[in-house]
């Protein structure tokens, strides 16, 4: 993401489009800058808006924020979101995707009282990808001109990918304070855990530098943000392995041993695969590494391996052309470089989206916009 890029949140809320999968017909639910930022980054608009659609309905399923409207209603803020230590930034355009939806729930009544009591009476139409049946939305008008003193302006200070210190400010927004304090807990979510992923794998990538070896992660994942935690692993400095089961073959344990033996399990995933399919076999021995290279693999995944082991599995390897190398399994960020000098390719650290710690940013509030 661009720093410096801003988005004016409509706050009338029109509902959103068919890209939404919510099956509502109308304008499209993203503005501009919040879509371009979004595919700058290489994140799916559509994988974005549902998952920001699901944070959204879990704070609203059971209505309004009736603090939040109670206290602050009709005045405006600035406000912004500060790192509370050091780390590396990741999911600012998802931040502006929540900022562009928002009003669809604070100002178009989405999951309120009033909506409950029937779609038909009070002009608002089903989304039935949500819970309990689907959040009421405002059925979609012809949209005007977006009214951008009652929405809200979002602007990012950095990019993605930004190393931040405690104090530094990632992003700034300002409008309708019912409208950003009731996105504020969406945002902070997707960012701190973003940024978490994002600064676990710069600490990884910065251990194995100079190297010649990369750090990936692996499918494990939180179901529904594996595309924002993999692009959270690149914002850190790292790469991705594959994103589904079909995009690439890997050949593991459970798949020899029903096939048969190693070389079985190659032929077979070979005989139905596309051509140019990328073929992985997981290996925990140097037998049977040697066993999957005559058989044709050329991607070995060397599982659980002591470092001598793993630089016997390399010396074997390397005797043949175009082998790719990737440990998996046991590997600590305290051992991590020693694991790249046995001569691997690749570090496989599921930990670093199935394990890694949120990193602490707060939105600090400065005042009437």
Not at 88 to 110: S, W
Not at 360 to 369: I, K, N, P, R, V
Request: glycine letters at 14%; aromatic letters at 4%; one cysteine or more.
């Amino acid at each position: 993401m661009t720093a410096g890029i801003t988005g004016v949140a409509d706050a009338a809320g029109p509902a959103s489009g068919a890209a939404n999968g919510t099956g509502v017909s109308g304008p499209e639910p993203l503005g501009p800058a919040a879509t371009r930022a979004l595919e700058a980054a290489g994140l799916g608009v559509a994988d974005v808006l549902r998952a920001a659609r699901a944070a959204l309905d879990e704070d609203f399923r059971y209505g309004a924020d009736v603090t939040s409207a109670a206290t602050v209603a009709g005045r405006t803020v600035t406000a912004e979101v500060v790192a509370r230590e050091a780390g590396v930034v990741a999911g600012l355009p998802v931040a502006l995707a929540v900022f562009d939806l928002i009003g669809d729930y604070v100002f178009g009544g989405a999951g309120s009282a009033e909506a409950a009591g029937g779609a038909a009476a009070s002009g608002m139409t089903r989304d039935t990808s949500g819970p309990d049946e689907g959040t009421l939305y405002p059925t979609s008008p012809a949209r005007g001109p977006r009214d951008v003193a009652a929405g809200v302006t979002v602007t990012a200070l950095v990019a993605d990918g930004t190393r931040v210190k405690p104090g530094d400010a990632v992003l700034r927004v300002a409008g309708d304070a019912v409208a950003v304090l009731g996105a504020e807990r969406t945002v902070l979510n997707f960012v701190t855990h973003l940024s978490g992923i994002a600064s676990a794998t710069r600490e990884w990538a910065d251990a194995v530098a100079g190297t010649g070896a990369v750090v990936r992660d692996t499918r494990k994942t939180l179901p529904g943000l594996r595309s924002l935690e993999k692009y959270a692993v690149r914002c850190g400095g790292g790469e991705n392995h594959r994103m589904g089961l079909g995009d690439a073959a890997l050949v593991k344990d459970n798949h020899v041993a029903a096939a048969g033996g190693i070389a079985a399990a190659v032929r077979a995933v070979r005989a139905v695969s596309r051509p140019g399919l990328v073929i992985e076999v997981e290996c925990d021995s140097v037998a049977q590494v040697r066993e999957a290279l005559a058989a044709g693999a050329r991607f070995i995944l060397l599982d659980n391996m002591p470092v001598p082991v793993l630089r016997e599995a390399v010396a074997v390897a390397r005797g043949l052309a175009g082998v790719r190398l990737e440990a998996s399994g046991g590997l600590l960020l305290s051992n991590a470089r020693e694991v790249a000098c046995a001569g691997v390719d690749y570090l496989a650290v599921g930990g670093l989206t199935h394990s890694s710690r949120a990193l602490d940013l707060g939105l600090d509030y400065s005042g009437a916009a």
